[in-house]
Each structure stands twice: as structure tokens, then as C-alpha cells.
């Protein structure tokens, strides 16, 4: 089985990107081996609480955006990163070419229930015209030079695109590399899986509405068929899960709180994931425009997200097309 380095040396990925890719995997080993520790390594719990030895224990997701952000500033290779778990951005080297976004640990609330959970990545370039701060990462989704997610599940695995397909990578625990397990990641067409929250259902838009009503009716509804429903509550499983066996996977924008309609983040979760998607053969949009077109006015910004399926997210965008995006637009 080959290794990563060989095969991003291959796709012809410059050696810097690489190394930075390589900190972002060193961290994630780290990541993944406290998680596998469990209870074990203290960095379970949802509070500042104190260990047996009077240690402070810290949440894994904190644990894990220090660990992620200061191994990639030691590099000296980024110029600044943006975390979900920041509010603003950290800056390292000046002069430094690469820009990295992220999740640390997407899907945290499964932590305490030994779930699947992950980390989303997102490598972008400084840009060419003048930008300074939160500006720096202020690009569209098509602008990304690397993106990915790294999957803690049963096994542990490194989901990554460069622009040249998608490769799913397995981390070899004795070897502690990741090696490559699928070549070329492609998305099935058509499916008969869906994936959304339910609970929010009596919040959401007309067409989204009718578009799941639609589903559920199976056999007997205007689809004909039967639709199954997975839902982790962890965006990393989801969408992993539709990239392995074809799926739609939504969490579209709802009233239920007016002054926050989406939930997903823009840059390190639905940018990343639509390149991965698009790169696999599928499609992703707000339900009214494509999102690695966006234009990303924050670096926090939500959107509404669809994705998954070519033919599947192409229905489910019919529904959208002569209904107004009104107050649902993120
Ligand atoms: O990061 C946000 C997130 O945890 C996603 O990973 C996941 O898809 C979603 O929120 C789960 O939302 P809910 O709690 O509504 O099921
Ligand atoms: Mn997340």
C-alpha cells in the first residue's frame, strides 16, 4: 500500500504544501490517540474539571485546536490559520505562502458517547491583492489548493483532495502513516439515502419541506421509492458516509432562531466538504447557489448546505427553483 508523501509527490503537490499537510497529519495522530485512549487519557468531559493527579483537564476540542495551531505555526510555512474553536485569526509568519482553516474536532458532542467524530481542513494561498487579517481567508471554495477531513471512527482515516480527485488514506497504527485504501473516490449518481436533522423539520423552508415529505412518502409518494435516513451528528461521518455509498446530506437554513438560520460554518466545513464532493463527482449548493462559489464575507459565516449525489441534490434543487430564497439565505 503506498504511502501519503509518494502519492501527493505523484499529483506533482509542492513541497511545502506538503509538509504542511504532513503537520496537519501529526496532529492528527495525536488527536487520534487521545481519542482512542478515551476516559484513559483525562480529555473526556464537557468542564474544566480536575484529574486524579490534580491535573486541569481541558476538552478535547480545545486540546485539539492548540494542538493543530501550534504545530502549524512552527513551521513557519503559514501565514495565519482560522479555527472554528478562535474568534479571530492567529497570525504566524508574514511571509509565509499558505493560509489553513479548520474544524478540530467537527461532531465534539460525540465525544462522550465513544461516536465518530473529525477534524475538516481547508489550505488556501495568500492572496495576490492586498489583504491584511480576516481578509487573507476571505476567498471562494474554488480557490482552495488542499482540503479534507480526517475521520476518527473505528479506524482512522485521512479523506483529501489536492484538485486531482479524491484518495481515502487509513492510518496504519503500527506504522503511524497513513496509507492509501481507495484511489479514486466517486460519488453513485442516485441514491436512496438521506441525511437531516428531523427535529427541525416544522422550521424549515417550503421546498425543503416538500423535498423530505417527498422522500418519506416512498413507495407510495411521487419518488416511488423508499428512502432510508442516517443522521451521526457529526458532519465528517455524514459525509463520509455519502462519499463511500452515494447519499444526500442536508442541514439546511430554518427559522427556528431568525438571527442564526444556518448552522454549518462556510470555511472549514461546507467549502472543504464541497470541494471533496465536487471532486468526487457530486454536487453541493445552498439550495440556491453553488457553494464553492460563494464569496465569503467572514471567516465564521454560515451557510445552508446540500450535498451528496449528483441526480439526488439536482431534485432536490428543483424544489428550490421557483421559490424565493426569502429569509432562509444564511
Ligand atoms: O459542526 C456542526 C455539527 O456538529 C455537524 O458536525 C453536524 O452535522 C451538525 O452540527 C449536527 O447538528 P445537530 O446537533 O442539529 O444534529
Ligand atoms: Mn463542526
Known sequence: MQRLIPVLNK?????????????LLTAAKEISHRLHQGSLAGTLGSTLDENIQGETQ????????QLIKNMLLETQLV????????????????????????????????????GSVGTIFTILEVPDHPAEGKELFLQTGDEQVAAGYILYGPSTM?????????????????????????????????????GINMANQRFWSKPMSQYIGDLIAGEEGPRGKRFNMRWNAAMVADVHRLLCRGGIFTYPADCRNPAKPCKLRLLYEAMPMSFLVE????????????????????IHQRVSVIMGS????????????????????G
Do not use: W
Request: glycine content about 6%.
Open 11 to 23: 499529483d506533482h503537490v509542492s513541497l511545502h504544501l506538503i509538509s504542511v499537510i504532513n503537520t
Open 58 to 65: 481541558k476538552k478535547l476540542d480545545i486540546v485539539s485546536n
Open 79 to 114: 501565514r495565519a490559520v482560522a479555527s472554528e474553536e478562535e474568534d479571530d485569526i492567529v497570525e504566524g509568519n508574514p511571509d509565509a505562502k499558505y493560509l489553513v482553516a479548520y474544524d478540530p474536532l467537527d461532531g465534539s458532542s460525540n465525544i462522550d458517547i465513544n
Open 158 to 194: 485521512l479523506v483529501m483532495t489536492t484538485g486531482s480527485g479524491v484518495r481515502m488514506y487509513t492510518l496504519d497504527h503500527t506504522v503511524g502513516e497513513f496509507l492509501l485504501t481507495v484511489e479514486d473516490v466517486s460519488i453513485v449518481k442516485d441514491t436512496q439515502e438521506f
Open 279 to 298: 471532486q468526487a463527482g457530486g454536487r453541493s449548493s445552498t439550495g440556491y447557489e453553488r457553494i464553492m462559489s460563494l464569496q465569503p464575507t467572514d
Open 310 to 329: 449528483a441526480n439526488e441534490v439536482s431534485t432536490c434543487l428543483q424544489y428550490h427553483k421557483d421559490v424565493p430564497c426569502e429569509r432562509f439565505d
